[in-house]
């Protein structure tokens, strides 16, 4: 696997709100060998002018990442890149990620529009998801020996061999990558969506997959995985590393570090 983990180009979205989710992805970058470019997401300033120039619907927010990942797409069209992997910055990888990535494209069908590499929660339609849901609903109590099984079941599960399916309906999309003919039609047709509804990226990307407008994968489990401490529903999964399963990460990036301890120990 290469360092561009089987694609054209890396691309990883950074805020410059956000310095510290940047540096921890550029230590990632710098142990696993991943070379990237890094794009600045429009800023909101620049999001309330888009909206008030061109009326969209979206907003500032919203409008700043559609602009940002419309700029990648035209960017792609203009140096005829074949595919990409769009990464936002304030994610966990898994050390082992060269290999699922290799795993995965060696089994995804030909062609595809669209491989849904890291997302906040389990699709319904995921591999595995639905039993692991029913046994966590089983064993939710305070009884010790429950909560150990629960323990070594959320392990298991997180460790699971790397599997692509059709994609449902992902949300929290975080990580995805994109072919040419795909990124062509959404530099096309995004800025022009953006008059008429007021939906942000998460919704378009997996819209375009459940009404059969692309040919989409997903992953599963995720080799990437975005920091969050949203909260779930019943019928909800949340996506978590590996490694954040066995309580080598927390939520919040500024509060660990790893990538930039274990790069200096392994140097």
Known sequence: MNSTLGFQRVYVVHSASDPSSLENFKSIALLLDID????????????????RQHAYLANPVEIAELDTHARIYAQMAR???????????????????????????????????????????????????????????QTNSSDPSAQMQRVW????????????????????????????QMARRLHHRLRARMTVDQHDLDFILADVAMVGLSIAYSMS???????????????????????????????????????????????
């Open 153 to 180: 079941a959320k392990r298991e599960f997180a460790s699971r061999k790397t599997r692509v399916y059709l994609s449902s309906f992902p949300s929290g999309i975080c990580a995805y990558a994109i072919g040419r």
């Open 36 to 51: 990237a470019q890094y794009i600045e997401q429009t800023s909101i300033e620049r999001a309330n002018t888009l909206q």
């Open 79 to 137: 140096h005829d890149i074949q595919s990409a992997l769009i990464i936002q910055s304030s994610v966990d990888m898994e050390l082992d990620i060269k290999l699922r990535m290799a795993s995965a494209l060696g089994d995804i069908p030909d062609p595809y529009d669209m491989l849904f590499v890291g997302r906040h929660y389990a699709e319904p339609t995921e591999p595995q998801v639905q039993e692991m849901m029913t046994f966590l609903r």
């Open 221 to 267: 489990p995720s080799p990437i995985a975005a920091y969050t401490t949203r909260h779930v529903s019943d019928n909800q999964l949340l996506t978590h590393s590996a490694l954040r399963v066995m309580s080598l990460r927390q939520d919040d990036p500024a509060m660990l570090s790893p990538y930039k301890d274990w790069a200096s120990m392994w140097a």
